[in-house]
T-cell receptor, first 109, second 114 residues
């Protein structure tokens, strides 16, 4: 059965901390891995990763895929209270996405 | 403005009632998707459609039905056969093709059972 597992399930940090969120997958016919941020409603797209070892960056966020280990990490440096959200990992296979349960991040001021 | 709209924002269902959730997009996306989100379970795929007049069941299609008569619209009906419909429902759309499958989400509809 195809599955995506995220860890930790929840995390509380202080402003300025650096966090690393993990995503591992067991999916046949892997095409890409995507990260989304969900605050109150619609998930918003962060990154799409298709190639192993190539880091993608957007401001304080970065992500990398390891196809050998079937995993990806999402790093957030110098966290801010606005980073508080659910971070979702999804893996594309065929023409569908399968989502992990998400990591709930809370950044305290 | 281009985007995905869902309505209503909140929906209340009585026992034995069918209700329909609306999803419209003006992004010219080929594919559209419906997900259900429950606490601690991430998003689960209900139905998806790659082209007009065609759709496929996702992982939890029982108790739901859809139609795709127009490219822009993909309504979801929650039937009385769905015994636990209380959840947050998200619609998404994307282009088709390898590397183009980034899905963009609507604001969601929260369905509650009276």
């Amino acid at each position: 059965e195809d599955k995506v597992v995220q860890s930790p399930l929840s995390l509380v940090v202080h402003e300025g901390d650096t966090v690393t969120l993990n995503c591992s997958y067991e999916v046949t016919n892997f095409r890409s891995l995507l990260w989304y941020k969900q605050e109150k409603k619609a998930p918003t797209f962060l990154f799409m990763l298709t190639s192993s070892g190539i880091e993608k960056k957007s401001g304080r966020l970065s992500s990398i895929l390891d196809k050998k280990e079937l995993s990806s990490i999402l790093n957030i440096t110098a966290t801010q209270t606005g980073d508080s959200a659910i971070y979702l990992c999804a893996v594309e296979y065929g023409n569908k996405l399968v989502f992990g349960a998400g990591t709930i991040l809370r950044v305290k001021s | 403005d281009g985007g995905i709209t869902q309505s209503p924002k909140y929906l209340f269902r009585k026992e034995g009632q069918n209700v329909t959730l609306s999803c419209e997009q003006n992004l010219n996306h080929d594919a559209m998707y419906w997900y259900r989100q429950d606490p601690g379970q991430g998003l689960r795929l209900i139905y998806y459609s790659q082209i007009v007049n065609d759709f496929q069941k996702g992982d939890i299609a029982e108790g739901y039905s859809v139609s795709r008569e127009k490219k822009e619209s993909f309504p979801l009906t929650v039937t009385s056969a769905q015994k636990n419909p209380t959840a947050f429902y998200l619609c998404a759309s994307s282009y088709r093709g390898v590397g183009k499958e980034t899905q963009y989400f609507g604001p969601g509809t929260r369905l509650l059972v009276l």
